[in-house]
């Protein structure tokens, strides 16, 4: 008995070259940001030699370290926050059986996947003007607020995941062996479930660092974020600077994903 | 209140599920296991062993009834608070913990100092001969080592008493020989009440003070291993634990009158009417010459040091005879020989 071939897409005609294409129109573009970013001229499009000129011009401008500073404050908060929820979250929503309403749970949690993020960020720029006037405070805490929340889900995906890989006998062995609810949380899940809460962590991190559209609207007078800023930029003339921006951001990014890879992978 | 007596359990019923789906695992168990006793619940899959023995570590609610220990009514405490451990069939040991702290873990969450901790960690792994691979991670052990540490872990504490669910059947034949003399040795050595869940019959015999005989969630007979396989109280158990012929008769005049019409002289307790024989091969004895019955033997069936004939009566009913290989005389297929049954022996249940 001939041994049935397990279908292949490779195999397919112009699998290459739809391949390569596809590789093209999703990298040149920030190659040719990247590339552009040690321009030595002063044009984002007509190269003037090799220099790292633009790298230190951003970093002595002070809109954009205070933008920077500004993003990272938010990105740290917002994944501490959505990750302690996403966690709490996870282990209600695997850890005690089936409950009525638990598709409703879910919905509610995911809901910033899901919601158009213009209407999201209209009506907390709505809301968050009213809590503006009523208390008088208008300091990064809307920022940070309106960022754990929609990066809850995203640190929630690979929490639960991580959860409904882990076996409950663990948990009943600790209840066996005298530990306290909170006290099998502390010795056993958490420790267990460390790669999915850093993952989570990690996601969410780069998730509110990337973000425009809700910041845009929240944020008050002089609070711009890193993306922020570089969308105002470009109202006015467009320099090497911006590329130079966007490609350190993109090294963090690539950096922390990597890190993500490696958590993720090594589970179990 | 007897103080004898470690687990009582009485009149536990245990139902999963409600409504249509609703699965009774326990119907209405009583029973009662002595302090220091190697007790063991034999039954087939599905019986309810491991939802009676959930039900005393705590992890399951019983739906009816009570458990106490040492005369303390336990039902609704929560495991963590409860002084029994479990060794899981899975082991489930903790796999970011080394060997060490597997073990220390249930007298740390109970908040003794480290040092203690320290102090029988040594001891308990001294007793399972694992003192060098304290520092190991489970997944560095093999199956047999990883099952004495999940052993450790659950003696440390010294429970008053330990729940065994199947710890044995994950390991191969041999390494399970070794490990039930351990367990006996480590059950006399720690004085520690063991409950033993088990399927394998063999186990259960020679490794209990008493068993348990469970089916379809009820408890059908306890005793010690020689009264469950000498007198079995019920057909299913009589089955259950080694082989046994069943041969139908009625009562007549204090001897039991079988199907090819000779009559029994049975050891009998005022039954009357219709009443099953349970016999094992063993009491069944095969000549060439005479005997108070006679029959055909339909298959022979040679085992190394014993030799199974199936024969059949003048009745058609067949019955199995164990013979040590070395007798004097072999029979073959066909042959017509006499039947002899050790009738004091044979166990007369109701019909
Ligand atoms: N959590 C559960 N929900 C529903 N039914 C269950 C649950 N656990 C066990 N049962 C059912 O209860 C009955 C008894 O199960 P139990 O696990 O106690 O059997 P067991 O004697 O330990 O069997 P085995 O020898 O196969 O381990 C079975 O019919 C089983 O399907
Ligand atoms: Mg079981």
Redesign the interface.
């Known amino acids: 008995m001939g041994k049935t071939r397990a279908f292949d897409v490779t195999t397919l005609p112009g699998f290459t070259f739809i391949a390569i294409l596809a590789f093209v129109l999703l990298y040149a573009p920030i190659v040719t940001l990247v590339i552009y970013s040690f321009n030595g001229g002063n044009s984002v499009n007509q190269w003037g030699g090799f220099s790292l000129e633009w790298y230190a011009v951003a970093a002595q401008n002070e809109a954009v370290q205070d933008a920077t500073a500004r993003s990272l404050i938010i990105a740290v908060w917002a994944s501490v926050i959505s990750t302690a929820l996403a966690t709490m979250a996870a282990l209600g929503t695997t850890r005690r059986g089936k409950f009525t309403g638990q598709t409703v749970i879910y919905v509610i949690i995911n809901q910033p996947l899901m919601v158009p993020e213009i209407v999201t960020a209209v009506a907390l720029l709505i809301f968050f003007s009213s809590v503006k006037v009523a208390t008088g405070y208008s300091g990064l805490g809307y920022l940070i607020l309106a960022h754990s929340a929609f990066c809850i889900p995203f640190a929630y995906l690979p929490i639960k995941a991580r959860l409904e890989g882990m ?1 409950t ?2 948990e ?9 609810p909170l ?1 099998t949380f502390r ?2 899940t958490l ?2 479930l460390l790669p999915g809460v850093i993952a989570g962590a990690m996601l969410a991190f780069i998730i509110s660092l990337d973000n425009v559209i809700i910041t845009e609207f929240v944020k008050s007078a002089g609070q711009d974020t890193l993306p922020t800023y570089m969308l105002g930029q470009l109202r006015r003339a467009l320099t090497p600077e911006v590329n130079a921006i966007s490609t350190a951001l993109l090294a963090l990014t690539i950096l922390i994903l990597t890190l993500f890879v490696f958590v993720t992978k090594k589970r179990g | 209140m007897n103080t004898d007596i470690a687990i009582d359990a009485r009149n536990v019923g245990k139902i999963y599920g409600s409504g249509a789906g609703a699965v009774t695992a326990l119907g209405d168990v009583s029973i009662s296991i002595k302090k220091g006793e190697f007790f063991t619940l034999l039954g087939p899959s599905g019986c309810g062993k491991t939802t009676l023995l959930r039900c005393i570590a705590g992890f399951e609610t019983p739906t009816k009834g009570s458990i106490h220990l040492s005369g303390t009514d336990i039902t609704y405490d929560p495991p963590y608070q409860r002084p029994v451990n479990t060794v899981f069939q899975s082991y489930a040991l903790f796999p970011h913990l080394t060997v060490a702290q597997n073990v220390g873990f249930g007298l740390k969450m109970r908040g003794a100092a480290a040092a203690d901790v320290a102090q029988a960690v040594d001891r308990v792994l001294a007793l399972v001969k694992l003192e060098d691979f304290a520092n190991r991670l489970p997944q560095q052990l093999s199956g047999g080592q990883q099952q004495r540490v999940a052993l450790a872990r659950a003696l440390a504490p010294e429970p008053q008493v330990l729940l065994l669910d199947e710890p044995l059947s994950a390991l191969d034949l041999k390494l399970r020989k070794e490990m039930q003399s351990e367990l006996k040795r480590l059950q006399a050595e720690t004085g520690i009440t063991f409950i033993f869940v088990t399927h394998d019959q063999e186990e259960a015999l020679t490794m209990s003070d008493r068993i348990g005989v469970m089916s379809a969630g009820a408890l059908l007979q306890v005793g010690t291993p020689h009264d469950i396989y000498d007198r079995p109280t019920t057909r299913f158990v009589a089955d259950f634990i080694g082989e046994t012929n069943f041969l139908e008769g009625s009562v007549e005049d204090h001897q039991v009158r079988i199907g090819t019409g000779d009559l029994l002289a049975v050891p009998l307790e005022g039954e009357t009417g219709p009443v099953t024989l349970a016999i094992r091969p063993e009491q069944v004895s095969v000549t060439s010459a005479q005997a108070d019955m006679s029959g055909k033997i339909t298959d022979a069936t040679y085992m190394g040091t014993d030799t199974h004939y199936t024969i059949e009566l003048k009745d058609g009913s067949p019955l199995v005879a164990r013979i040590q290989s070395k007798s004097t005389a072999t029979f073959d297929v066909g042959d017509t020989v006499g039947v002899a049954i050790d009738a004091r022996a044979v166990q007369v249940l109701k019909s």
Do not use: E, G, I, K
């Open positions: 076996d006998t663990m009943t062995a600790a209840a066996d062996l005298y530990a306290t006290q010795y056993v420790p267990l």
